[in-house]
Structures are given as C-alpha cells and as structure tokens.
C-alpha cells in the first residue's frame, strides 16, 4: 500500500511539474471550413476571431487537451453580403451564439505524430461529440522571439444536421457536410 501512494504522488508529482500550457498565435494560425453550394462548387471561409490553448504533460502531446472557441462574428468568406446573412437569424444568430467551442475528451495515437482526436462541439446552442484527425508538425524555437513553439493541423467532418444548424437549407442548397480545418503554431506559456 505504501509503494502505491508513494507511486501516485510521484506521478501527480510529475504531472505539476511538467504540465505545460500551450497558447495559439493567432498571427500564425488559421481556422477554416468548406462546405457545397448547389451541389457543385464549394465555397470557403474562414473565422478571423479564435482562441486556442493546449495542456499537455507529455512531449509528443500524446495526453494533450485541446480547448478552442471561434467567434461568430468574425465569419469571412470574402462577399459582404453572404457574411452579413451568415451572422443573420438563418444562419449562426452571432448576437444569441456567439461561438463554436470545442473541448477535447480523449486522444488516440494513429501513427507517428498522427492522432484522432475526441471532443465534445457546441454550434448553435447543441453540443454533440466529434473526432478530428490531428497532425503534430513539431516543436521549434521561434528565432524571432526565442519561444518554445509547437505547430498543428486538424481537420475534421461535421454534418450540420446533427447540429439542428441552417435546418431551413436543404442539402441539394447547402450540403450536410461541413470540412474545418484549423492550422497552426502555438506558443509554450511561461
């Protein structure tokens, strides 16, 4: 009983000691999505305003949480007119839903560097779980700041439907099928 309590608390030990934090830089990073219009051409956008962090106790961030919020508001997919009715009551309702938030629930290595990852998504006031597939591109220190900086790629399938999103939009209009992806590099907290 005793070598087992003194194994928990060097574990618990190890974990305080190494847990590091992890912060998006957004000048670095990206978040964007594709979805098909009229089932025929895609069309792209992207969120300018997101948050991202990241903890992890382990250097190949194989037990890694990953939290990310983007913000509604700052939809883009390069025509005024479509952004302003993305943010309309037939679409995101930026003004009662300000955000997509994502917060990881587990990780499963499937490769070197290759992970699925497990999560819980809130779109539009319905939570549902979702898996993204994540690349981990490596560790460097930036020469411009001489911080610790990590860079990954996620990406990932929702179906709109499972969210109750734009229900009004039949897919033969808007596919069921949205594509995120979210790229970047993330900056160790001191």
Not at 15 to 25: E, G, N, R
Not at 28 to 34: I, L
Not at 118 to 144: A, Q
Not at 152 to 181: H, N, P, Q, W
């Amino acid at each position: 009983m005793k070598k087992l309590m003194i194994l928990a608390a060097a574990i618990i030990i190890r974990t305080a000691v190494f847990s590091q934090t992890w912060k998006a830089d957004k000048g670095h990073s990206h978040v964007t999505f594709t979805i098909t219009h009229l089932a025929i051409s895609d069309v792209d956008g992207s969120f300018t305003d997101f948050d991202a962090t990241i903890t992890a106790t382990k250097p190949d961030f194989s037990d890694a949480n990953f939290n990310f919020s983007a913000y509604t508001n700052s939809i883009n997919t390069n025509n005024d007119y479509r952004d302003k009715d993305l943010r309309s009551e037939h679409f995101f309702e930026v003004e009662k839903y300000p955000a997509i938030v994502f917060s990881s629930t587990g990780i499963k290595p499937t490769g070197k560097n290759h992970y699925k990852i497990t999560g819980n998504m809130e779109l539009h006031g319905v939570v549902r779980p979702v898996v993204f597939d994540l690349v981990y591109r490596g560790t460097v220190v930036n020469p411009n700041n001489k911080k610790i900086t990590a860079g990954f790629i996620a990406t990932g399938v929702i179906k709109r439907s499972v969210f109750g999103f734009a229900s009004g939009y039949l897919s033969a209009a808007l596919s069921d099928e949205v594509t995120f992806k979210a790229s970047g590099e993330f900056t160790k907290v001191d």
